[in-house]
């Protein structure tokens, strides 16, 4: 089984019911499924197949699913690409993963300067005809071990690794994650997150695989447009990073409105803080607030908390999902006692292959059957995981995972900057927001809005400092490591 | 007026087109469609409001007919500002 499997179950179960609708309209999945056929088999007729790469430069939107599903069902690993980039990040993905096409919009080929080059080919989804296509042919089943897709994440060295994951990965995570939030066929979703982060595009998996329905909003910009839809859709679930529901309380008017029709929200990408969770509660009395956690190297999923529990154990990110092995252990792989801090390992047919041409970077985490997370934890008397911090120092913000390394090399860039370091601050909308404390290569000091244009130049907009320190000195350890705990 | 607009220009070219007055910046470009802002930039759009014109945005406003297109937030701001 794989997820296009399930996928076909649902669609032969509901043919008429709504899978998807965006923008341009509403999709059934009798329709979606025969859509997603006709663009695998045209990818196929052009050679594309098993062992193969197609990378996706789309928003959400019906015509990303099809792509995505369209490539799986041709046999190739689909590679979703962020539609926030630079061109700088998005041609060193297509130089190192080297796909055998590209599907874009117009919108974005011409953003991001792509046209059509000897190794790959540009289907403009948009407007191409030329991969459609109707002929019988047969495509090739998958093998468990297939590569389905690959996600690319921000890699503490700056770069951004692609995290490989086969149909079995995937299989096994939407099965356990729609045991736990109990999802059927009679669920219902707004989904704000981006599918081609692994949170976003568990929500999709999950959904297709039961036949509930997705309304797609392709960001979350104004959330009051988002609050009317899941209003006149009487939506079932909700799913949001901090920020989101920062965004919901502080923001929108979402504390103003009923919602009876929502059965349960959850919460993943960095704990939800007490207070923010109590008002939640409060402006959702009868709906289950469920607490995640995991990482695109997991296919997304590791642990949750069960609903109810997060007033008797607030700041937990729970236990471990069906069908994953956690366990927190110090230097020596040993279990450490509760209340001592170590890191958190896990085990599990949801943990990836490996990072895509990176097996040094894979060997340093995949160690004897265990995926070593990087982030620290404790664990009390019962079990319940508590996460102290990440051992690498990506910051989060928003839905964003970002390397401050990154941004570092950026500023460094410039002439008038001799020393820099990026830290992340506590906020109560994004979670973290990006603070680049900056030492002056001499008495002239820094010109913040040249500094400022130069990162938005060559930086993602998520990716640009919200403020700019300027400082005589950054605080070192005697090996003259900077301290960022003491910039935080 | 126009001078208004001027000032919500400049912000945006400043602030979410790295400085460049592109052409493609119509005063009816949809900032959602053309990708030109994000729910970061949302946040910044109305601190700069509020800072700027000395207006409270008020939840309920924070809809895209107020402040999608630069036509939209004169419109707005006239309306805020009676």
Redesign the interface.
Known sequence: MSLLDLFEESASRFPEKTALEDRSGSISYSSLSRAVETFGKGLFQQGISKGQRVAILLGNSIQYVISYLGVMKSGAAAVPLN??NTEKNIRYILETCRPSALVTSK?FAK?YGLGETEDISLILADEDSTCMSSKVVTLPEPDPQDLACIIYTSGTTGRPKGVMLSHENIEANTRSIISYLNLGPGDSIVAVLPFFYSYGSSILHTHLAVGASIYIED???????VLERMSREQTTGFAGVP?TFA?LLY???FSKLDWPHLRYVTQAGGAMAPATARQLKEVLPKTELFIMYGQTEATARLSYLEPGMFLEKPGSVGKAIPGVELRVVDKDGKEVMPGETGEIIARGKNIMLGYWGQPEETAKILRDGWLHTGDLATVDHEGFIYIKSRKSELIKS?AHRISPREIEDVILELDSVSEVAVVGQPDR??GERIVAFVVPRDNAGIDKKELL?HC??NLA??KVP?KIEETDGLPKTSSGKIKKYLLK | MSQVREQIREFIVE??L??EDSDDLKDDSSF?EE?I???????ELVEFLEDTFEIKVD??E???EN?DSINNLCTYLEKKRK
């Open positions: 539609t926030d919108r953003r960001n979350f910009i104004y959330p009051n447009k920020s965004m923001r929108s008017n928003g909308i994004l244009r938005r130049k907009s998520f919200h | 602030n979410f790295m400085g959602l990708g802002i994000d729910s970061t930039g949302v946040l939840d309920e924070l809809i895209p402040l």
